[in-house]
T-cell receptor, first 112, second 116 residues
Framework: KQEVTQIPAALSVPEGENLVLNCSFT??????LQWFRQDPGKGLTSLLL?????REQTSGRLNASLDKSSGRSTLYIAASQPGDSATYLC???????????FGAGTQVVVTP | SAVISQKPSRDICQRGTSLTIQCQVD?????MFWYRQQPGQSLTLIAT?????????ESGFVIDKFPISRPNLTFSTLTVSNMSPEDSSIYLC?????????????FGPGTRLTVL
């Protein structure tokens, strides 16, 4: 059974620092991996999708890498801003049928 | 991307009652999913809802407790039946959109349910 772990569980950084969020999964036979952002009491916003054949994806200040063989993905957020404060979730899909297995998330606070 | 709306956005319900949550998508999609997020927890998949067939439930979730309808390609409902305080959660629907070889999921804003 796939298990997804996110470390650290919480992170507080001053504005301007780079953020590094880690996600690991036990079964490397994934179809894709997706990073989401969740604001308190809200739904999820998709940040980046990495197909299993890809090594990284970039969008603006966000960069996500994927090492399928070692079961790891890392989300980098450059030059953090207070608006980046949220919970970041990674999720893996084992096939094309869309079922996602989520990690517990990393709660990020960026202080001005 | 997809624009997904859910109704209600939140509700407070009494033990033993039922609540039906609606999910509307702005485009036709084959698969819709219902997730539960208990307080302080991550998301857990309840079921997959495909139009024209019965929903497929994950281990630990049963149709009698969480009946699902999928009358067309843009709409689905999830009912939480005979509620107890343990059902207090955020319920989210999601859809998968395929673009070439990419299958990306998008989520609705969620329904925050409190059961007294």
């Amino acid at each position: 059974k796939q298990e997804v772990t996110q470390i650290p569980a919480a992170l507080s950084v001053p504005e301007g620092e780079n953020l590094v969020l880690n996600c690991s999964f036990t079964d490397s036979a994934i179809y894709n991996l997706q990073w989401f952002r969740q604001d308190p009491g809200k739904g999820l916003t998709s940040l980046l999708l990495i197909q299993s054949s890809q090594r990284e994806q970039t969008s603006g200040r966000l960069n996500a890498s994927l090492d399928k063989s070692s079961g790891r993905s890392t989300l980098y957020i450059a030059a953090s801003q207070p608006g980046d404060s949220a919970t970041y979730l990674c999720a893996v899909s084992g096939d094309s049928w869309g079922k996602l297995q989520f990690g517990a998330g990393t709660q990020v606070v960026v202080t001005p | 991307s997809a624009v997904i709306s859910q109704k209600p956005s939140r509700d407070i319900c009494q033990r033993g009652t039922s609540l039906t949550i609606q999910c509307q998508v702005d485009s036709q999609v084959t698969m819709m999913f219902w997730y539960r997020q208990q307080p302080g927890q991550s998301l857990t998949l309840i079921a997959t809802a495909n139009q024209g067939s019965e929903a497929t439930y994950e281990s630990g979730f049963v149709i009698d407790k969480f009946p699902i309808s999928r009358p067309n390609l843009t709409f689905s409902t999830l009912t939480v039946s005979n509620m107890s305080p343990e059902d207090s959660s955020i319920y989210l629907c999601s859809v998968e959109l395929a673009s070439g070889s990419r299958d990306e999921q998008f989520f609705g804003p969620g329904t925050r349910l409190t059961v007294l």
